[in-house]
């Protein structure tokens, strides 16, 4: 069940700066802490952002992260185009007592 | 450098009980959180639980009823089993490890390839 809602698709040219915003509500994002994942075409989805805007490391500084409220978005500058992959938003839920996961965001580079 | 390995039957009839088993390589076991989780085709991805390698579980409720997660620490193993599996079981099931910092801080670190389940009679 996706309860954090994100835009289905973004893009932009290469070096642009592409935004996506993920919803929740305050029994997730309000209160909890957000991860980032982007999923390349026929692979495991792979961590960008924990924590709202910690990066692990590996992961280069033109992705960020932040929150306000009940939401959250990820940034991603000087857009390239190994950046094409969907994006998942996630946070643990405290009504639903799971981790949920946005409704991902496809990213095309033009 | 940590790896986790994953396997399982890929096919399977309705009623059946689908059974995965994820092996971590070239690193601790301990001190960590596994999970499962999975994503059906074309759809997003679904939290199904986690477990502690002291064997401390929590299940995604809406497959509460059918999940159980365990542990194999002498082999460094945790499986999955997801009894009475219906068509919308079908999905590509992912295992993965929890990183827990302080605070708030977590996030899913590493993650297997996958295993693709189809559920078809």
Request: hydrophobic share 35%; aromatic share 10%.
């Amino acid at each position: 069940q996706s309860v954090l809602t994100q835009p289905p698709s973004a893009s932009g040219t290469p070096g642009q700066r592409v935004t996506i915003s993920c919803s929740g509500s305050n029994s997730n994002i309000g209160v909890n802490t957000v991860a980032w994942y982007q999923q390349l075409p026929g692979t495991a989805p792979k961590a960008l952002i924990y924590n709202n805007s910690q990066r692990p490391s590996g992961v280069p500084d033109r992705l960020s992260g932040s929150k306000s409220g009940t939401s959250a978005s990820l940034a991603i500058s000087g857009l390239q185009s190994e950046d094409e992959a969907d994006y998942y938003c996630a946070a643990w839920d405290d009504s639903l007592d799971t981790y949920v996961f946005g409704t991902g965001t496809k990213v095309t580079v033009l | 450098q940590v790896q986790l390995q994953q396997w399982g039957a890929g096919l399977l009839k309705p009623s059946e009980t689908l059974s995965l088993t994820c092996a971590v390589h070239g690193g601790s076991f301990g001190a960590y959180y596994w999970t499962w989780i999975r994503q059906a085709p074309g759809k997003g991805l679904e939290w199904i639980g986690e477990i502690h390698h002291i064997g401390n579980t929590n299940y995604n409720p809406s497959l509460k009823s059918r999940v159980t997660i365990a542990v194999d620490t002498s082999k460094n193993q945790f499986s999955l089993n997801l009894t009475s599996v219906i068509a919308a079981d079908t999905a590509m099931y992912f295992c993965a490890r929890i990183y827990y910092g302080s605070g708030d801080d977590w996030f899913f670190d590493l993650w297997g390839r996958g295993t693709l389940v189809t559920v078809s009679s």
